[in-house]
């Protein structure tokens, strides 16, 4: 398409309902027909849709782009509620700033060092599983207690408030899941919950992340603010369990709905890393493109002008499916050559928790493949209750037998 010849034709997004795991069709042509088109989110303003992999690529990973500007923009969105701050919705210089406060925690030789206690978790978790024998909810006995007790070691969480986090970040995700009085209920009540435990790590310091952020907070280093802190601490833990509490029922869905790989997993455990990268390039988590960037100067993407100002949404679960950049990328296939996915995201916003989620991601599926092969659905996969109203696609609930 020609700059000259760019459609302004609007569509409502998303484009369909979300049905299980199951890409739009529609994102297949439009990468090859339409590559950019305007869309309209049920709330916000309008915004460019970009589906192939190399604009997204650009739009996530270009200085020209930023997320600052959606602070004081009406941010094209699926939930009525506006932005408020955070790491997600800096530039650097700021988000550098912040970013780098809290890097050194999720570096790949730090979460190295904390593979061996996630292991012993996983392992726990699957034995208490066989103790209480099929059929289970795997969301519940491993896929949620894993991650949030990981994040919350971490930061210092006393184990006796760990279940709360896990109501109160629904309302991170939800778009209409939860009422709207709910979710800011939810929200004052986890950034309430997180000061009072920046003011204990003050009456007594901890050796944990939690505390390590109070002291740079209080020595002054890397000008860190106090409302800063609090929504820093907020957002690692509730970004610290979400992703993983959503994927790994998400990751064993597909397995088992593709028996072929998870026997190739079964005979193949050392394939387990391979295949957590290539799962998260398959699935789409996202139901619809989020957190759009607003070209900071005119910007040209597959032939089509973006105007300096104009948001534009990077569709990732389309550019992950994009045959330029992953040949025949409908199958699943652990042994692609390396490319580079955006299931973490990519650029100056690229996933802070990325290399912890891998090693949770990889813990997981390993322990299941290890110790459960013969694990499969305890009821018709046409049974299986999904979320709906979230940003992302994930089981409400998977039985699961062995």
Known sequence: MSIAGASRTVRDYPFSQQ????????????REQEPLIRVRLPYGEEAWLATRYEDVKVVLGDQRFGRAEALSRDEPRSTPRLPDGGLLHMDPPDHTRLRRLVAKAF????????????????????????????ALDFVDVFAKPLPITVICELLGIPEVDRLQFSTWAEAII???????EQIETYLANMRAYMTEQIAARRRQHTDDLLDAMVCARDERQDRLTEQELIDLAFGLLAAGQETTVTQLPNFLYVLLTHPERWRELCAGPQLVPAAVEELMRYIPLGVAAAFPRYA???VELSGVLVRAGEPVLPAVHSANRDPAAFPDPDRIDFHRDARPHFGFGHGAHHCLGAPLARMELQVGIGTLVRRLPDLRFAVPEAELRWNTGRLVRGLAAMPVTW
């Open 19 to 30: 049905d299980r795991l199951h890409l739009d069709p529609l994102y297949a042509r439009l």
């Open 107 to 134: 570096t790949a030789r730090r979460v190295e060092e904390l593979r061996a206690r996630t292991q012993e978790i996983a392992d726990q978790l699957v034995d208490e599983m066989i103790v209480k024998g099929p």
């Open 174 to 180: 939800s778009t209409t899941s939860l009422p709207m």
């Open 296 to 298: 900071k100067e005119d």
